[in-house]
T-cell receptor, first 115, second 109 residues
């Protein structure tokens, strides 16, 4: 069974631009969560989607948004990029929603660099 | 204060050593605890998952939780160069899961 895939793997943008990242979960998984990983803050939860509905949201500004499609694929968008948005963005899928109570499988991440 | 604190390391040990990785947490509501391993250029993968205080063993890995002191540990016996990775602890309750910043481990052959 194929794992979680994320595209693109690497991205360079400039301040003020917007970016869209894509995540395809493991086949049959309907829950997708997004995380931001930085050396100083570690892994921070952005949001979780299940059946095209946002179930949970972390403490990030409104510039960070996401959506999920009927095939469970998910996208996240960051508008008006700031230097501090440079990070590894990880997507994780699970069969059911429920945060850490459900085993999550992570993708390799998209490394975003904002110049 | 972060809810889950973890020393970032790096921690460098010789092959065969016993490794001890530790985290502390501040929220007494946390009910379940996890350890993830993350290799370079990969996403984290779940190593250990426990609900209760005490020890849980899986091969060379032992997870220990002490709820009274809010302390989480991961022990690796007979460490191998292939164990070189970043280890992330996590604690959660309900739908909330909080990760530590991760400890970089280097096992030298």
């Amino acid at each position: 069974k194929a794992g979680v895939t994320q595209t693109p793997r690497y991205l360079i943008k400039t301040r003020g631009q917007q970016v869209t990242l894509s995540c395809s979960p493991i086949s049959g998984h309907r829950s997708v969560s997004w995380y931001q990983q930085t050396p100083g803050q570690g892994l921070q939860f952005l949001f979780e989607y299940f059946s095209e509905t946002q179930r949970n949201k972390g403490n990030f500004p409104g510039r960070f948004s996401g959506r999920q499609f009927s095939n469970s694929r998910s996208e996240m968008n960051v508008s008006t990029l700031e230097l501090g948005d440079s990070a590894l963005y990880l997507c994780a899928s699970s069969l059911q929603p429920g945060g850490g109570q459900e085993t999550q499988y992570f993708g390799p991440g998209t490394r975003l660099l904002v110049l | 204060q972060k809810e889950v604190e973890q020393d970032p390391g790096p921690l460098s040990v010789p092959e065969g050593a016993i490794v001890s990785l530790n985290c502390t947490y501040s929220n007494s509501a946390f009910q379940y605890f996890m350890w993830y391993r993350q290799y370079s250029r990969k996403g984290p993968e779940l190593l250990m998952y426990t609900y209760s205080s005490g020890n849980k063993e899986d091969g060379r890995f032992t997870a220990q939780v002490d709820k009274s002191s809010k302390y989480i540990s991961l022990f690796i016996r007979d460490s191998q160069p292939s164990d070189s990775a970043t280890y992330l602890c996590a604690a959660g309750w309900g739908n909330k899961l909080v990760f530590g910043a991760g400890t970089i481990l280097r096992v030298k052959s």
